[in-house]
């Protein structure tokens, strides 16, 4: 897609791990909750390139001046379904660019890839959420056409809760 002359967009690969971790670990400190990361590069390899990978990734990577490329920024998705489309879509987990590199488009880039996956798959639809404080990213998924579904509220069953209803008969 659209990436700075310097930059390009492309699906993760195993040498990224550590790099994309990172970014992730980046993204929690960001989103005020670095002490709920607890991703390590064995999980992220084992999601993505393990026998049956259920979750994908794009990287936004750059050529520094010096001709040393490095993963600056990264789009981690999966597929959801619509029952009532009777069709896949993208889930995005996680979109996140280092603060040096944004402005320069690789965010709308790696959307923009996503999009092309959809478009590619026949895929209905993408999603991601965002939390309410985040006010520049609101704005940017404002400005590429993106729709807020203020009428559904996101739940989650987690740790007590989730061990409590699991042991349910």
Not at 35 to 49: E, K, N, P, V, W
């Amino acid at each position: 897609m659209n990436a700075p002359s310097d930059a390009v967009i492309r699906e993760v690969r195993p040498g990224d791990v550590a790099a994309v971790v990172t970014l992730v670990h980046e993204l929690a400190e960001y989103e005020r909750e670095p002490q709920s990361c607890t991703l390590t590069d064995a999980q992220l390899a084992a999601a993505l390139f393990g026998p049956a990978p259920a979750l994908f990734g794009h990287v936004a990577e750059v050529v520094a001046p010096d001709g040393r490329a490095g993963v600056v920024g990264v789009a981690l998705w999966f597929l959801n379904f619509s029952t009532w489309r009777g069709v896949h879509g993208v889930y995005l987990e996680d979109l996140y660019v280092r603060p040096s590199h944004r402005g320069r488009g690789l965010g709308r880039a790696l959307l923009a890839t996503l999009a092309g996956v959809c478009a590619e798959r026949g895929y209905a639809r993408l999603e991601w959420s965002v939390l309410d404080w985040n006010e520049p990213s609101i704005r940017f998924y404002r400005a590429i056409g993106a729709v807020p579904m203020g009428e559904w509220t996101t739940f989650r069953l987690d740790g007590d809760a989730l061990d409590a209803l699991a042991k349910e008969p």
